[in-house]
């Protein structure tokens, strides 16, 4: 995820990060711009094409459909964004409940169990670096101390996170069948260990469940229509300035639908979605200090 400083214009105006719209829209720029000019030259040149022709009125359908693509994009930015959104959430509410159950074992644990301690401190932090990679599809990429824990070893052809959160909670149970934890102690920790599959699950509804594939098709192509058409009819009022004004208004509608795209799936490895590594290192350094 991108850090900056929301109050600093200069940077943002005159910064190209990889991220920006511009450096993935400029070869579709160059050629918009060689249409424009091409229709320009046609009209002008070698039809010399009146201000009373008929072909002037095709701005007519511009005016009527810009409000029309102006709620589509609106819509579309917002629901994308509804889904980032959550997903923060989520991964905030992994994050505190992370830090919530280790402040409880830490608390109910005796400090001189030192097996049930680690194996706390190790898999909480687990979990989360499990979920993180379960939603970018890829396989776990962490060394475990298999000596030490091997109750710890992970099937790579299940499901990752299920698995840890399983292994904690069954640890959890025999702790209380072994009258380390009593029962109140028990109903305490459970609503942190429930908490973390429900958040898994709601992670991949966001995952698995994209914006409509006939919708999104739609909006590109409607786009697409709509700027094509452009020089066509405002060449008689612009001239040849038609070429820089259509490409800065394919500019504009092109990036909203980019950047829907982009974050709509929050889970990703784009610049611009939620930190997910980020905050899996902050649960693991939170974690290792509290059992400290």
């Known amino acids: 995820m991108i850090s900056y400083n929301t109050k600093d214009w200069l940077s943002v105006l005159f910064n190209f990060h990889k991220a920006d719209t511009f450096r993935k829209l400029f070869p579709m720029m160059i050629v918009i711009s060689l249409y424009s000019w091409g229709v320009a030259y046609i009209e002008v040149e070698i039809l010399k094409l009146s201000q009373n022709s008929t072909v002037k009125n095709v701005s007519i359908m511009h005016n009527l459909l810009g409000f029309a693509i102006s709620m589509l994009l609106v819509f579309r930015t917002n629901t994308a964004y509804d889904r980032w959104w959550e997903g923060r959430k989520l ?4 994050t505190n409940n992370s830090r919530n159950l280790a402040v409880k074992l830490n ?17 909480i932090p687990l979990y989360a670096s499990m979920l993180r990679d379960h939603l970018r599809s890829e396989k776990t990429r962490l060394a475990l101390d298999e000596i030490d824990h091997p109750e710890l070893e992970i099937d790579q052809t299940r499901h990752l996170p299920n698995q840890v959160a399983s292994l904690m909670l069954k ?3 025999d702790l209380f069948r072994n009258k380390k934890i009593s029962g109140d102690q028990l ?13 898994c699950g709601a992670c991949e509804r966001i995952k698995n469940t994209p914006i409509p594939y006939s ?22 009022n612009l001239g040849y300035l038609v070429i820089p004004v259509v490409v800065f208004v394919f500019y504009v509608l092109a990036s909203l639908e980019l950047i829907a795209e982009e974050i709509e799936d929050p889970f990703g490895g784009d610049a611009n979605d939620v930190p997910t590594e980020k905050l899996s290192q ?11």
């Open 107 to 123: 608390a109910i644990l005796e400090v001189e169990d030192n097996i049930n301690r680690n194996f706390f401190r190790k898999s």
């Open 215 to 236: 919708y999104s098709v739609f909006i590109k192509k409607f786009i697409f229509i709509y700027v094509i058409t452009l020089p066509i009819g405002f060449v008689f």
């Open 91 to 94: 991964w905030g509410s992994l």
């Open 187 to 199: 109903i305490t920790l459970n609503n942190e260990l429930t908490s973390f599959t429900d958040i």
């Open 171 to 173: 640890r959890t149970h």
């Open 282 to 292: 902050n649960i693991k350094l939170h974690v290792n200090e509290i059992f400290s």
